[in-house]
């Protein structure tokens, strides 16, 4: 039956037209833009993961930069450890020249005293972007390292960051002060003791606690009756154990009697954690040869008057002086484990530095891989694309061409009416 009121062809032919403009319209869009997911209403699910993944990679290269920032700061801190560790192997070369008799000590000595004012002129610059891995003393806990962020891992749960922690190498010469008697809080003093003529190992002082927040002060009233012109403080950083604390002090604590010439040794107790053993190594019957008033204290940030500063861990320089034999001896056993200190410290950045080196490498692939894993969400085949859009062009001009065929069907009913 004919009818030009409903021509069902025309109809046919026009959904047909308005489906092949559809669809061409969305190839043209993808060709236009380079994806194939450009709203959530062209794949919710494929477009939710995408958005995910996206946010990742703007973390992730964030990221990037924190290491990269990172890398640099370890980096600088690297170079002046490695610079301290060339100056003090030329101070150990002036020590030993310093042993002959034959020579001038107190130009030596003037050498010396300029070796370590660079050391303390490197390491106080060796800072970038106004933080300084060589200087930690300091009575905050939170001082003795420095957080890299080196990740973000997602998880169903949502996501954590994770650090890379620097540990601040004290390579300072800043020499400890102790400025007041009493600092100490009762809990960590130590009574008074006497190591008498030919009482070997007659004294002994203990350790209480290694504490990051917390410096350690031993003050020794008198050496054969010489006194020391301050107390003896040692560093404590992040991560020390209560060995680190006793091994600073045993060789701050016989550098002294050996700068004063006293035949008094210092040792860790080979049973009891923490304790230090004081031994006259004279013959009953010598000279006096006595420490009295021994006392130890630990200083916190609590009870610090703000006077009292922690040594660096090469304060021990400060010390030096080769212009006696004694002063000569002790600088020359003393040497050789300030050079050790800063080859550790040198190591221990090295060893960091290459590990957020790898990390900026993994981050930087890991990177790359979920930019490479969205464009395969969404992106568009552009082949695929340009084929699909010359057929549906074509499908187009036929599409118009039977619809017009179509429309014209009706005209055919007035050849019955001639």
Do not use: C, H
């Amino acid at each position: 039956m004919s009818s030009i009121l409903t021509n069902n062809s025309a109809m046919v032919a026009l959904q047909t037209l308005k489906s092949i403009n559809m669809n061409l319209g969305k190839v043209q869009s993808e060709i236009s833009t380079g994806k194939t997911v450009e709203s959530a209403k062209d794949n919710a699910a494929v477009w939710a993961i995408s958005k995910v993944m996206t946010s990742d990679v703007s973390g992730f290269e964030a990221i990037s930069d924190s290491l990269a920032l990172g890398q640099s700061t370890v980096g600088v801190a690297l170079n002046a450890a490695e610079s301290i560790t060339d100056l003090l192997t030329e101070i150990k070369g002036k020590v030993v020249n310093s042993q002959e008799d034959n020579v001038d000590r107190a130009k030596i000595q003037t050498d010396i005293e300029a070796l370590t004012n660079q050391i303390s002129s490197i390491a106080g610059a060796a800072q970038f972007n106004g933080l300084n891995l060589l200087s930690n003393s300091s009575y905050d806990a939170e001082s003795g390292t420095s957080s890299i962020l080196s990740s973000l891992d997602r998880s169903a749960t949502g996501v954590t960051s994770s650090n890379i922690d620097v540990v601040k190498q004290d390579l300072s010469t800043t020499a400890g002060v102790f400025s007041a008697a009493g600092t100490g809080t009762a809990a960590n003093a130590m009574t008074a003791n006497t190591v008498a003529v030919g009482a070997p190992a007659a004294a002994a002082y203990t350790v209480l606690a290694a504490d990051a927040t917390a410096g350690v002060m031993f003050s020794i009233d008198s050496l054969e009756g010489d006194a020391l012109d301050e107390a003896i403080v040692v560093s404590v950083n992040d991560g020390d154990t209560v060995a680190d604390i006793q091994d600073r002090l045993i060789t701050a604590l016989n550098f002294a009697a050996d700068s004063l010439g006293k035949e008094i040794t210092f040792s860790a107790d080979a049973t009891t954690a923490g304790q230090i053993n004081a031994s006259n190594d004279k013959a009953a019957g010598g000279a006096a040869n006595a420490i009295v008033a021994a006392d130890m204290q630990k200083l916190t940030g609590a009870t610090d008057d703000g006077n009292t500063t922690i040594g660096g861990k090469l304060s021990l320089l400060n010390s030096f002086d080769v212009t006696t034999e004694d002063g000569a001896e002790a600088a020359l056993g003393a040497i050789e484990g300030l050079i050790q200190t800063s080859i550790d410290s040198a190591a221990v950045l090295g060893s960091t530095g290459k590990r957020i080196e790898t990390q900026a490498d993994f981050v930087g692939k890991l990177t790359d891989r979920l930019t490479s894993g969205i464009g395969a969400l969404v992106d568009a085949d552009m082949e695929a694309a340009s084929a699909k859009l010359q057929a549906l062009q074509t499908q187009q001009q036929l599409g118009v061409q039977a619809l017009s065929i179509a429309n014209q069907a009706p005209q055919t009913i007035l050849s019955l009416f001639r």
